[in-house]
């Protein structure tokens, strides 16, 4: 099958780490354009804002949005408005509403959107998702401990209300939740600390409630120390296992476990998405953002100190 040409949007941090190298080795992909305010890719087509790349999109009819969420909507309905199949990186949207209108819109283009849920992709989440199917969930632990000035060195969005602080990480947490359990639990409570002048929190709590009667729990904290711990310990009635570095190994009884299959998120995402292009399909998964959605509408907040980089 021919390699589709693509335009990558958004040339910051997560675009450089893994957009730009997963559609360098990929089957599916070509970069053909790159749309930044401040940054060029070697190589490649090089504009400015969407509107320079629609003036002159040559033989593109597909864009990936690797920026903010905030920024990204106008992106996409124009791009989606012009006819172009458009990925979003996570999380999809500041809110629900435009996402779900950016579908509708997508569906009367006839165009494909994809809603890409990184952290989800992979065969360690496959491995969860086998060991928890017809087993029952007892008790189920979150743990999604990083610095966030390590991981998001200087980036101030993360702080600006309509991106979602520690649950930027966070969500990576819910959407595997989503991913593994054959029906998602439902918050209970969240409380969130927010440090002072801040709009999104730095660390919350949250407690969930599922059919199964397990106890579900999770700790987000964006001051720790040294190595993120991106940990779901989830324990069944046929033993313990944990889902570890963000959902990409699997451990038990303190052991990694070898995996078949391929563990590399992006260029599954991309494999993904070329399958959905292909085939004419959007996949449209809000899960992971309305339980990060309902941890807000029911958060007991608290202010914490200041928080300077
Ligand atoms: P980033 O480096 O701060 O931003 C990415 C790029 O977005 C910037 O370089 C900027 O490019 C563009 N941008 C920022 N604000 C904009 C605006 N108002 N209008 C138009 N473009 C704007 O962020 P990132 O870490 O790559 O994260 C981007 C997305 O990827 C987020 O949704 C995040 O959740 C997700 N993500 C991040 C990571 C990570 O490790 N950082 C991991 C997985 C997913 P120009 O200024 O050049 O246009």
Same mark, same amino acid.
């Given at each position: 099958?021919?390699?589709?040409?693509?335009?990558?949007?958004?040339?910051?941090?997560?675009?450089?780490?893994?957009?730009?190298?997963? @559609?360098?080795?990929?089957?599916?992909?070509? @970069?053909?354009?790159?749309?930044? *305010?401040?940054?060029?890719?070697?190589?490649?087509?090089?504009?400015?804002?969407?509107?320079?790349? @629609?003036?002159?999109?040559?033989?593109?009819?597909?864009?990936?949005?690797?920026?903010?969420?905030?920024? $990204?909507?106008?992106?996409? *309905?124009?791009?989606?408005?012009?006819?172009?199949?458009?990925?979003?990186?996570?999380?999809?949207? !500041?809110?629900?509403?435009?996402?779900?209108?950016?579908?509708?819109?997508? *569906?009367?283009?006839?165009?494909?959107?994809?809603?890409?849920?990184?952290?989800?992709?992979?065969?360690?989440?496959?491995?969860? &998702?086998? =060991?928890?199917?017809?087993?029952?969930? $007892?008790? @189920?632990?979150?743990?999604?401990?990083?610095?966030?000035?390590?991981?998001?060195?200087?980036?101030?969005?993360?702080?600006?209300?309509?991106?979602?602080?520690?649950?930027?990480?966070?969500?990576?947490?819910?959407?595997?939740?989503?991913?593994?359990?054959?029906?998602? !639990?439902?918050?209970?409570?969240?409380?969130?600390?927010?440090?002072?002048?801040?709009?999104?929190?730095?660390?919350?709590?949250?407690?969930?409630?599922?059919?199964?009667?397990?106890?579900?729990?999770?700790?987000?904290?964006? =001051? &720790?120390?040294?190595?993120?711990?991106? $940990?779901?310990?989830?324990?069944?009635? *046929?033993?313990?296992?944990?889902?570890?570095?963000?959902?990409?190994?699997?451990?038990?009884?303190?052991?990694?476990?070898?995996?078949?299959?391929?563990?590399?998120?992006?260029?599954?995402?991309?494999?993904?998405?070329?399958?959905?292009?292909?085939?004419?399909?959007?996949?449209?998964?809000?899960?992971?953002?309305?339980?990060?959605?309902?941890?807000?509408?029911?958060?007991?907040?608290?202010?914490?100190?200041?928080?300077?980089?």
């Amino acid at each position: 099958m021919p390699r589709m040409p693509i335009a990558l949007a958004g040339i910051g941090k997560i675009a450089r780490d893994e957009h730009i190298p997963a @559609l360098e080795d990929s089957p599916d992909w070509y @970069l053909d354009a790159a749309i930044s *305010r401040h940054a060029d890719v070697d190589g490649v087509r090089n504009f400015a804002t969407m509107g320079d790349f @629609l003036a002159d999109p040559g033989d593109v009819r597909t864009v990936s949005l690797a920026m903010p969420p905030a920024p $990204r909507m106008a992106y996409a *309905r124009q791009a989606i408005g012009a006819g172009l199949n458009v990925m979003l990186e996570k999380p999809p949207s !500041p809110t629900l509403v435009e996402i779900r209108a950016l579908a509708a819109l997508a *569906r009367e283009r006839g165009v494909t959107l994809y809603t890409s849920w990184h952290s989800r992709m992979g065969a360690a989440v496959e491995e969860a &998702h086998g =060991r928890l199917s017809g087993a029952t969930l $007892r008790r @189920l632990r979150i743990d999604w401990r990083e610095d966030v000035r390590h991981t998001h060195p200087g980036q101030d969005w993360v702080w600006q209300a309509g991106n979602l602080g520690v649950f930027d990480p966070g969500i990576n947490a819910t959407s595997i939740l989503a991913a593994i359990l054959e029906e998602t !639990p439902h918050l209970t409570a969240c409380t969130m600390e927010v440090p002072e002048g801040r709009q999104t929190p730095i660390s919350a709590d949250l407690a969930f409630g599922h059919p199964s009667g397990a106890d579900i729990s999770g700790r987000l904290d964006w =001051r &720790h120390d040294g190595h993120p711990v991106w $940990r779901m310990e989830i324990e069944t009635d *046929r033993g313990t296992f944990a889902l570890i570095r963000s959902g990409s190994a699997v451990e038990v009884d303190g052991e990694e476990i070898a995996l078949d299959g391929s563990v590399a998120e992006y260029p599954l995402v991309y494999a993904r998405f070329a399958e959905l292009v292909r085939g004419g399909e959007s996949e449209v998964d809000l899960a992971p953002m309305e339980l990060v959605a309902d941890a807000f509408l029911i958060a007991e907040r608290s202010i914490g100190a200041p928080f300077e980089w």
